[in-house]
T-cell receptor, first 113, second 117 residues
Framework: DAKTTQPTSMDCAEGRAANLPCNHS???????VYWYRQIHSQGPQYIIH???NNETNEMASLIITEDRKSSTLILPHATLRDTAVYYC??????????????FGSGTRLLVRP | GAVVSQHPSWVICKSGTSVKIECRSL??????MFWYRQFPKQSLMLMAT?????????EQGVEKDKFLINHASLTLSTLTVTSAHPEDSSFYIC?????????????FGPGTRLTVT
């Protein structure tokens, strides 16, 4: 699986957009970009995933560059509850029944009041 | 949908005793379940993968005789920490993989905090 690189920590003001970058320069053509987050002392929570098109759901937007070597997770209006560690994971397609998620170190996002 | 529960949410045990943690998929059948361990300020580390009715596959460096995993049904997996020691104190998280049609996704439980005194 492709390795990802994320900043160790970031912060943003409440109500503003939080843009979390992820580099995955060795991503293969059929690999997807997944984002999870982990709020303190809880299990990871799925946020969003994509292959090459930008994706949006009720939680966030995912912007993947045209060469797919990097992506950005956007939380449009961050709240204090969004303070968490965010993990960017590159993995095989969802139809791969043998895949197991391996977590890197992630980005610790602090949303300031 | 896709809810995974763990029990207990926290447990304190004495050194040398064993403790069992349960992981249940509440609204789907999980042929595969995963166990992770997380130390403070560190990322999740995959310990083992279990398939229903089969022996678990352990990641390198994880002692299979110490961390006993049973996946007896499509909705239940258990992790037993045998002869626990203070260094086993950690946050244990299970994950269950759904296998619906063409998409296999992992869903995570809320975690169990184990403290060994």
């Amino acid at each position: 699986d492709a390795k990802t690189t994320q900043p160790t920590s970031m912060d943003c003001a409440e109500g503003r957009a939080a843009n979390l970058p992820c580099n995955h320069s060795t991503i293969s053509g059929n690999e997807y970009v997944y984002w999870y987050r982990q709020i303190h002392s809880q299990g990871p929570q799925y946020i969003i995933h994509g292959l090459k098109n930008n994706e949006t759901n009720e939680m966030a937007s995912l912007i993947i560059t045209e060469d797919r070597k990097s992506s950005t997770l956007i939380l449009p209006h961050a709240t204090l509850r969004d303070t968490a560690v965010y993990y960017c994971i590159v993995r095989t397609p969802p139809m791969d029944s043998s895949y197991k998620l391996i977590f890197g170190s992630g980005t610790r996002l602090l949303v300031r009041p | 949908g896709a809810v995974v529960s763990q029990h207990p949410s926290w447990v304190i045990c004495k050194s040398g005793t064993s403790v069992k943690i349960e992981c249940r998929s509440l609204d789907f059948q999980a042929t595969t379940m995963f166990w992770y361990r997380q130390f403070p300020k560190q990322s999740l580390m995959l310990m083992a993968t279990s398939n229903e009715g089969s022996k678990a596959t352990y990641e390198q460096g994880v002692e299979k005789d110490k961390f006993l995993i049973n996946h007896a049904s499509l909705t239940l997996s258990t992790l037993t920490v045998t002869s626990a020691h203070p260094e086993d104190s950690s946050f244990y998280i299970c994950s269950a993989r759904s296998g619906a049609g063409s998409s296999y996704e992992q869903y995570f439980g809320p975690g169990t905090r184990l403290t060994v005194t």
